[in-house]
């Protein structure tokens, strides 16, 4: 059994205690959807307070990682995948570095005039041509993803000549000689619309979990602009920074 050792610095005890029931959840010792010991039992284990074991399950409990309270004892939760920004560019390495397989299904691939507001985010002309696509993601075959991406005209007509159903488009387009090096991701929260709510087979209004990203080509065109909504049981976003190296990563505040 591991031993709670007091810190040796400033990190509050209950961020210490947190991190290391966090490593017994990731290394096993409490396994998905065994109960956790009580409040008692850890502040015996821990020599701490009863309202900083409390601190501790509420910090795992924000993150998914247990689930229970108002009176049910708190268990191990079913894991969310996790994507780093590493692979944020494409949901097939995600599902893979997983070892989950990922699939799709396509929807539509459509050549349209860009709107005023679609054009306004891809610095195009609006009427300018734009290839749209729409296709459902799955994890092992679960909708996971409602995926909406616009191409410019000149990257996305390879797209006709592609089964998209077959697998990443981003891996396509790279293999042509594409070039998609650099991508700016700002992350919501969003209500699921009517399609959404179809294919992820969940009520309209359902909350959803929504990555909206632009994507540039070395030489700093945008080459695409997505929206794609996650089921937020399945998949969270995860960034890693210390106080050295932060990472380039904002928090933007929502106009009403």
Known sequence: MLKYVPPTFDEPIHQRLSDLFRERISSGEWN??????????????HGVSRGTVRQALASL????????GRGKPPVVAR????????TFMSFTEWAHSLGMEPGQRTLEVARRPAGEELAGKMSLQPGEPVIQVLRLRLLDGAPTMVERSNFTAEVGKALFDFDTDSGSIFGYLTSLGVDLSRGRHVIDAV????????LL????????LRERRLTYGRDGRILECSDDRYL???A??????TRQSKAAMARIPQVA
């Open 232 to 234: 937020p049981h399945l």
């Open 236 to 241: 969270n976003f995860v960034i890693e920074n």
């Open 191 to 198: 209500a699921a619309d009517e399609t959404d709510a179809s």
């Open 32 to 45: 998905e959807g065994s109960p956790l010991p009580s409040e008692a039992e850890l502040c015996s284990q």
């Open 201 to 208: 087979e969940v009520a309209a209004g359902s909350p959803l």
């Open 79 to 86: 894991p969310v995948p996790s994507q780093s920004f590493g």
């Open 61 to 68: 409990r924000g993150e998914g990682l247990i689930s229970g």
